[in-house]
């Protein structure tokens, strides 16, 4: 996101290169916020007029925390959207006091409440924290309650496949991920620089030695004699 003042120094910029009297561009920074305000406004307004959904769509919740400007504090920010048959639609991003399953229950109702659209969500879409799919307080069950129905659980592959892999990597490597950051990645970014990258092999991962070897070294991991039968089967493709 470009602020206010980094705005008002490329358009200034802009009209010195364009060879235009800069004095007849209303270029400060007040003057800027002023008008990107009242766009967003228009854009937000009109997108709310044209919002028609189906009879039946998908909610897409997910929380973020973010800042509220340049050096400012932060907040913590629900994003609210619609999907089905071809048509999605932003409906709010509301702030909300805390994340917890509670908080956003409250405000995903409030929003779908303000639109007039609770009866037309089918489907709900969130990702896999406890504060969504807690069986007790997390938002889906909260919601469900207090719109007085069940509705279509989505939880999020994405998240459903991380923990997955997380969990072979782990079993494979010896290394739990615990951050952004892997140690054997790091490794490899470090020793980046002085890898000769124009004499190099393409990597096929099904029929490497390699391959083979974490396999052997996630069957022994995992302590499963019932995989031995898998991993003769799949030494044999190299």
């Known amino acids: 996101m470009v602020t206010d003042t980094a705005a008002s120094a490329i358009l200034t910029a802009t009209a010195v290169g364009l060879g235009l009297n800069t004095n007849s561009v209303a270029?400060?920074?007040?003057?800027?916020?002023?008008?990107?305000?009242k766009a967003r406004v228009e854009q937000m307004e009109n997108a709310q007029k044209e919002?028609?959904?189906s009879e039946a769509v998908v909610i897409h919740i997910d929380t973020k925390r973010m800042k509220k400007g340049v050096g400012l504090e932060s907040e913590e920010r629900l994003a609210v959207t619609t999907s089905g048959?071809?048509?999605?639609?932003?409906v709010g991003v509301p702030v909300i006091p805390t994340g917890t399953g509670k908080d956003i229950a409250q405000a995903v109702v409030k929003l779908l409440e303000e639109k007039g659209i609770e009866n037309s969500i089918k489907g709900i879409c969130y990702?896999?924290?406890?504060?969504?799919?807690?069986?007790?307080?997390?938002s889906v069950v909260l919601l469900e309650k207090l719109i007085g129905r069940s509705l279509l659980r989505l939880p999020c592959r994405h998240h459903i496949l991380e923990l997955i892999l997380e969990a072979?990597?782990?079993?494979?490597?010896?290394?739990k991920s615990s951050g952004p950051e892997i140690t054997i990645f790091k490794r490899f970014q470090k020793e980046w620089p002085g890898i000769n990258k124009g004499n190099f092999t393409t990597f096929t991962f099904f029929t490497s030695n390699i391959f083979v070897l974490l396999n052997f070294r996630f069957v022994q991991r995992c302590k499963r004699p019932d995989l031995t039968k898998i991993d003769t089967s799949i030494s044999k493709i190299d």
């Open 85 to 90: 048959f071809g048509t999605e639609q932003i």
């Open 27 to 37: 270029s400060s920074r007040s003057s800027l916020y002023r008008r990107r305000t």
């Open 51 to 53: 919002f028609s959904p």
């Open 127 to 138: 990702d896999t924290t406890a504060a969504n799919s807690g069986i007790q307080n997390g």
């Open 168 to 175: 072979v990597f782990t079993k494979v490597f010896s290394e």
